[in-house]
C-alpha cells in the first residue's frame, strides 16, 4: 500500500527527524503535548499490522506501549493525557480533562480511516449553590431565589424603620420585593437613614419575610443620611410585592371608618379601605399630636413599611410624623337613653337654697365620658321616687359640669344660667334626701344622703373621689365652704359648673 512504502522510506532515509505522514488521518494533533522533533523509533499502525522501532520522546510528551510483534496490532490510542480541575466559588468542584496525541484525541478502532473522538470541554462544570455569597440581594429573597434557612449576604441596604429587637431594610432602587423584616438578637444599633450589609438566613415570622439576622450581623458601612422617599401607591395596589416597602398613600382626606382591634385602626382611601397598623408606633403613644382620635379623624397622607400580617397587607407608621394633616373628629353626641351607669356624676346638691319657697333648688352633673352627651330625656329621683325630667335639649360636653334647677327658669333668682329645669318635682327634703338620675332602662347615677342640709350651702363630692362609685359613699361628701361668687345672690356656698375646690375636711 502507500501508506507502507512511504513509511519504509522514511525508516530508511538518512534525516534526523521524524517523517510526518501526510497521506494518513496520523496528522498531529493539536494538543498543547504534541511531540517536538525527535528521532529514533516511530510507530506506525497499519491495518492488522504493527512495525516499531524504538524511540525517544520529547518530555513534554508521554509514549504508549506496544507489544512488540508483529501480530499484535494493539496500541494505546493516547500519547498525552492531561488532566485540569478547578473550584468553584461556593464549595463545589468541576474536573475538565483533556487527551492529546498522535491520534488527535481519538482513538483508533483498528481499521484505516475510521476513527471515533471524544472530549470534555473544560469550560463544563457543575456547581450548586444556597446564597451566602455577597451580591444577595432583597429582591431575591422577596421573589423565592432563596427559600427559608438558606443563608444570605446583603450587602449596601438602607435602614428604613426601627423596631425594638428588629429592622426594616430596602435596597436603594426601590421597587417591588426591594424590602425585608430583619430580625435582630437585641436593640438596633444603626439609625434610619444607615447603610448596612447584612449576614443571615432567610425566615418567615408569621406571613412576613425576613433575615434572620440574631447569629449572623448587621454591620454599618459608614454611610449615614439616606433616608429613602416613601413610594406613593394607589391604596389597590398594596400586596405582597411591596411587603416591608416603605409605601405612602394620600387622600383629602382619609377619614377613619373602623377600630378593629389593638391600637389599629382602618381609613377609607377613596372607597378602598387601608388597615393602618401599630407594628412599629401607635397613635395612641402621641394623645397631644391627635386629641381625641376616633372614628371620624382624618388624616391627609400615611407612610411607613408594609407589614403582612396572614395575608392582610397593613401600613405600619414609624411616628407621629408619618401620620400627617390630623383633624381631630367632631364631637359626637350621645343621647341620654345610650347612656351606661357612671357616664354621668352627681357632684354637688343645693337642696336648701336662700331663695324663697326652695323653688330655686338645683343639683350639678359631670360628664365622665369622652363625648357629648345630650340631657334631654334624663330623669330625676329623690329618695322617694318623684320623679322629674329634663324636657329641653342640654348638651354637654366631656368632662363638663351642667347644672339642672327645680321648677322652671321664672323662678330662677341667680345670674349663672341653669342649663335645664326638671319641674316642680321631686323636692329636696332639708332634713335629709337624696339625689338620683336615670334613663329608660338604668339608674346612671345616686348618691349618698345628706341629713340636715345647711342653709346656702351646697353637699358637695370630694373632688378627689370623682366617679360614680365613690359618690356612694357619704364619707366623701361634706357641706361646701366655699363662696358662691354671683351677683345676685349673696351669702350662699358652692361651685356651680366648675370642680369643687378643696377635699373635704376629716375630723381627726
Known sequence: MQRNHIRSLCILGVLAFACSDDASNDDASNDESSSSESTGDTQATTQGTTLSTSASTDDSSSSSGSSGTPDDSSSSGNV??????STDPDGSSS????EAGSS???????TPGEESSSSTDPSASESSSSGGDEGDTIYEIQDGTFVVGDEVNVDGVIVTALRSNAIFVQEPGGGEYSGVHVFLAGPPEVAVGDEVDINGNVAEFGELTEINAADGSVTATGVTGLDLAATVLEPGELGEPWEAVLVRIEGAPL??????QGDEF???AGGTDVRIDDFISSVYDAPATFPDFGIDATFTAVQGPVNDNGGLYKIAPRDADDLEGYVAPEPTEFEVDALLPGDLVITEVMAN??????????FEVYNATDAAVDLQGLIIWDDASNEGVVATSLVIGAGEYAVIAATDVTTWPYAFAAGAYFGG???LGNGGDLVAILNATDILDDIAPWVDAEAGRTWRLDPLTLDADANDNVANWCFSDTPLVDANVIGEYGTP???????CFVEP
Request: with cysteine; net charge negative.
Open 80 to 85: 498525552d493525557d492531561s488532566s485540569s480541575s
Open 95 to 98: 474536573e475538565s480533562s483533556s
Open 104 to 110: 488527535d484525541s481519538s482513538s483508533s478502532s483498528g
Open 255 to 260: 377619614p377613619v371608618v373602623e377600630l378593629p
Open 266 to 268: 382602618v381609613v377609607d
Open 353 to 362: 337654697p336662700t331663695c324663697a319657697n326652695d323653688d330655686c333648688e338645683w
Open 425 to 427: 318635682d321631686p323636692a
Open 497 to 503: 359648673l366648675a370642680a369643687n375646690q378643696a377635699a
